[in-house]
């Protein structure tokens, strides 16, 4: 069986997209991170589901939905940002502060 | 309640009018202040109705004859667990005496107040208060229970500290109100304590079953009756201006003389000795507080003598002498001659209201004459008078009647009524010798009072006038609306004594017999003592010689040519300068009371615990804790989602390391 290192590309993957939203300042590449680690964790669901069962694997495909609609509203909000400011770095995007 | 047709269900119309009488006013005094007629006509109107549905309340009562007293229960006022309190009025033998003292003279002196009053600005307003007074003087004497009394009690404290302050805008005026509500209030507090003592000893407030429980829920002369009575004396040293909280009686000379006769010397200030006689039980339970009660008021009694010998103000030396017959009439009920002080009670409401009215005429005789000449000289100042029975016969006269009955010659008024207080303690001091000591210091009291009384009438109404050669063409005899009660209060000065002449003088004692069923229990723990009629006739004649003496010596002492007007007067030199400095108990109370109560408000209540603790460390110091905290919190809100993530990664793995330890 596979399960250790679908795992272990699965926890590479979810550290990466970590180390990419908490480092990456361009919000396109924060929002491809997110759906990284999404990802990563829907690999997760998979290769369990052969210990556990077929829910993870229903799971996942809750997860895809939502992440498309996710990305359909994320994109739409960075385009209108984009269009305010002419800038989608989030570094210059702090209005919102005490 | 009473069997019908005996009027008695008037009772309560008794206090009710003259609180008719105070919302007519009061409103007249807001809407039409100008309207003087309407106001006089209701003012005195109120108060005569008042003393007819007296009368024809006590007129009832007689035709009764109860043995107990009647209460009449109008509605329930405090129903609190196991204590219940009506508002009811009471008419026994000692309410009856008062009702008819404190509406008769009331209505005298309301009648006097037109006069003197008339061109006052605050009229309707002057009598709105007047008519407020007595309807809380006649709660406080009808009253059944101590709440009820105490309401009066109370009620009467804030008229009186509105007639004294009534012309308000002079400070002095003003300070002299503050003063007499202030050093009150150390008197309600024992009075307030002795009835939180007396309802968890007895469990009750009402009189009736106070007074019937008291000998068997306190032990005679224990320490719990002897505080209950001793709190209550000082509740009546306030009230009643006696040593130690007489300073404000003085002062309180600051309002319109009218209410210096009907509060300051005729009623309010006789509350106390009404409350010592009506809860007589009590103090005869305790015969340290009974003697407590006689020594404060020999005391008193020559204390505030001594200093109206040298005062100059004529209102001053009423009221020093108002202060010194308040403690006749506590030795007299200390002693436990109720009906003696009582009797001294009722004759001083006469001759000292028409001492009080008098001075009111002599004053307004004089203020008319130095304001038609513009002049700025004292109006009350003895210095400044001189010589004026021959502009003013009708007072002069009459005031000479109340000297008279106040210095104790017979047959006048006062001589009845205080050698019985003086022989009474005479009688007990056969068995207890302190109060032989009383007795001397009432004899001595007795001599000043002829003597400071002849005194203030030789100064104002004898001699050269010192008034001032134009004003004197200006003094005249006041109207009769002033002169009326004063002759109304003439005859009752000089005749007055009728209601008790002793069995020595072939009398019947009616007084003492009326009041006999209140003070029966008192009376049977400390039978009267009999003196042989020998021993009493030598103490009347004493009491006469000392009174014959005072007269005389003041007579014969004073040089009538020696005052000059008081602008002019050098101060007072030697023993002479501490009685008219009052013997600096002011000035003493001054120093050791009110400026270390003053010191401490504003250093430590104010400076301290209010600006810095209150103001500094608890109010704002919370505010300023709780900017710092969000502070603290702001400088977290960057407005940069990376850190918010770093925050939250952070988190998300404290939590992980917390659960996988």
């Known amino acids: 069986m596979l399960l250790a290192p679908a795992l272990f590309v699965s926890a590479v993957l979810f550290t990466l997209g970590v180390g990419g939203v908490l480092l990456r300042r361009n919000a396109i590449v924060i929002f491809m991170c997110v759906e990284l680690m999404l990802n990563a964790v829907n690999l997760t669901f998979v290769a369990l589901a052969q210990q556990l069962g077929v829910a993870g694997q229903l799971f996942v495909l809750f997860v895809m939905a939502v992440a498309a609609a996710e990305a359909a509203v994320g994109l739409a909000i960075i385009l209108a940002i984009y269009r305010h400011r002419h800038t989608v770095n989030l570094q210059n995007i702090n209005l919102l502060k005490g | 309640m009473p069997p019908p047709g005996f009027r008695l269900d008037l009772l309560w119309a008794v206090p009710a009018l003259p609180l008719l009488g105070f919302v007519g006013n009061g409103m007249l005094a807001l809407t039409r202040p100008k309207a003087k007629t309407a106001v006089s006509i209701i003012g005195v109107g109120v108060l005569v109705l008042s003393f007819a549905a007296a009368v024809a309340a006590v007129a009832g009562f007689v035709r009764l004859h109860p043995a107990a007293p009647l209460v009449f229960r109008y509605w329930e006022w405090m129903p609190v667990g196991d204590l219940r309190v009506d508002y009811a009025l009471e008419l026994d033998y000692l309410s009856a005496v008062m009702i008819l003292v404190v509406t008769g003279v009331s209505a005298l002196i309301h009648v006097f107040s037109v006069g003197y009053m008339g061109e006052d600005p605050g009229y309707a307003r002057y009598f709105a208060y007047l008519n407020l007074f007595v309807f809380f003087m006649l709660t406080l004497v009808l009253g059944s229970s101590f709440p009820v009394m105490f309401v009066g009690w109370e009620g009467v404290g804030l008229c009186s500290y509105l007639l004294i302050g009534f012309w308000f805008n002079e400070k002095i005026n003003a300070d002299a109100g503050l003063k007499a509500f202030v050093v009150n209030r150390i008197g309600d507090f024992g009075f307030l304590v002795a009835m939180f003592l007396i309802f968890r000893h007895t469990g009750s407030l009402d009189f009736d079953a106070v007074f019937?429980?008291?000998?068997?829920?306190?032990?005679?002369?224990?320490?719990?009756?002897?505080?209950?009575?001793?709190?209550?004396?000082?509740?009546?040293?306030?009230?009643?201006?006696?040593?130690?909280?007489?300073?404000?009686?003085?002062?309180?000379?600051?309002?319109?003389?009218?209410?210096?006769?009907?509060?300051?010397?005729?009623?309010?200030?006789?509350?106390?000795?009404?409350?010592?006689?009506?809860?007589?039980?009590?103090?005869?339970?305790?015969?340290?507080?009974?003697?407590?009660?006689?020594?404060?008021?020999?005391?008193?009694?020559?204390?505030?003598?001594?200093?109206?010998?040298?005062?100059?103000?004529?209102?001053?030396?009423?009221?020093?002498?108002?202060?010194?017959?308040?403690?006749?009439?506590?030795?007299?009920?200390?002693?436990?001659?109720?009906?003696?002080?009582l009797f001294h009670l009722v004759t001083h409401a006469f001759f000292k209201a028409l001492l009080f009215l008098g001075s009111g005429s002599v004053i307004h005789a004089m203020h008319h004459a130095y304001h038609a000449t513009h002049s700025h000289e004292d109006a009350q100042d003895l210095r400044n008078m001189g010589g004026l029975r021959h502009h003013l016969p009708w007072t002069a006269g009459l005031m000479w009647i109340a000297t008279l009955a106040i210095a104790g010659i017979p047959p006048f008024?006062?001589?009845?009524?205080?050698?019985?207080?003086?022989?009474?303690?005479?009688?007990?001091?056969?068995?207890?010798?302190?109060?032989?000591?009383?007795?001397?210091?009432?004899?001595?009291?007795?001599?000043?009072?002829?003597?400071?009384?002849?005194?203030?009438?030789?100064?104002?109404?004898?001699?050269?006038?010192?008034?001032?050669?134009?004003?004197?063409?200006?003094?005249?005899?006041?109207?009769?609306?002033?002169?009326?009660?004063?002759?109304?209060?003439?005859?009752?000065?000089?005749?007055?004594?009728?209601?008790?002449?002793?069995?020595?003088?072939?009398?019947?004692?009616?007084?003492?017999?009326?009041?006999?069923?209140?003070?029966?229990?008192?009376?049977?723990?400390?039978?009267?003592?009999?003196?042989?009629?020998?021993?009493?006739?030598?103490?009347?004649?004493?009491?006469?010689?000392?009174?014959?003496?005072?007269?005389?010596?003041?007579?014969?002492?004073?040089?009538?040519?020696?005052?000059?007007?008081?602008?002019?007067?050098?101060?007072?030199?030697?023993?002479?300068?501490?009685?008219?400095?009052?013997?600096?108990?002011?000035?003493?109370?001054?120093?050791?009371?009110?400026?270390?109560?003053?010191?401490?408000?504003?250093?430590?209540?104010?400076?301290?615990?209010?600006?810095?603790?209150?103001?500094?460390?608890?109010?704002?110091?919370?505010?300023?804790?709780?900017?710092?905290?969000?502070?603290?919190?702001?400088?977290?809100?960057?407005?940069?989602?990376?850190?918010?993530?770093?925050?939250?990664?952070?988190?998300?793995?404290?939590?992980?390391?917390?659960?996988?330890?």
Request: proline fraction near 5%.
């Open chain 2, 212 to 341: 019937a429980q008291a000998p068997t829920a306190f032990t005679a002369g224990d320490a719990a009756i002897t505080a209950t009575t001793l709190l209550l004396l000082l509740g009546c040293t306030g009230k009643s201006a006696q040593i130690p909280l007489y300073t404000w009686l003085p002062d309180a000379m600051q309002g319109p003389t009218p209410v210096s006769a009907l509060i300051h010397a005729a009623t309010m200030v006789t509350a106390g000795v009404y409350l010592v006689a009506r809860c007589n039980v009590l103090f005869a339970l305790s015969p340290l507080s009974s003697a407590t009660v006689a020594g404060v008021g020999a005391l008193t009694a020559l204390f505030a003598a001594t200093i109206a010998l040298k005062q100059w103000d004529i209102k001053r030396v009423l009221a020093y002498s108002t202060i010194s017959q308040l403690g006749y009439m506590f030795l007299g009920v200390g002693t436990g001659a109720y009906a003696a002080g």
């Open chain 2, 413 to 661: 008024s006062g001589f009845f009524s205080k050698d019985e207080i003086l022989g009474a303690a005479f009688a007990r001091g056969t068995a207890e010798p302190i109060w032989l000591a009383y007795w001397v210091m009432g004899i001595a009291a007795a001599l000043l009072t002829a003597f400071y009384m002849t005194r203030l009438m030789l100064y104002a109404f004898h001699g050269p006038n010192r008034t001032g050669e134009a004003e004197r063409a200006h003094l005249h005899e006041a109207p009769w609306s002033m002169t009326g009660p004063l002759a109304v209060l003439g005859l009752l000065s000089f005749a007055g004594g009728v209601i008790n002449v002793p069995a020595l003088f072939g009398g019947h004692a009616f007084l003492h017999r009326w009041l006999a069923p209140v003070t029966a229990v008192a009376d049977q723990m400390h039978p009267e003592v009999a003196l042989p009629a020998g021993v009493e006739w030598t103490l009347v004649a004493a009491a006469v010689l000392v009174a014959g003496l005072g007269i005389f010596g003041a007579v014969r002492l004073l040089r009538l040519e020696a005052p000059v007007p008081a602008r002019v007067a050098p101060p007072e030199r030697g023993f002479a300068r501490v009685l008219w400095k009052k013997w600096y108990v002011d000035e003493v109370y001054d120093a050791i009371i009110v400026r270390p109560i003053q010191w401490l408000s504003r250093e430590v209540l104010w400076k301290t615990i209010d600006a810095r603790l209150v103001d500094g460390v608890m109010v704002n110091g919370s505010a300023a804790t709780v900017r710092v905290f969000g502070w603290v919190g702001s400088r977290l809100q960057t407005g940069q989602v990376g850190s918010y993530v770093l925050l939250f990664v952070g988190g998300v793995l404290l939590v992980l390391w917390a659960a996988l330890r």
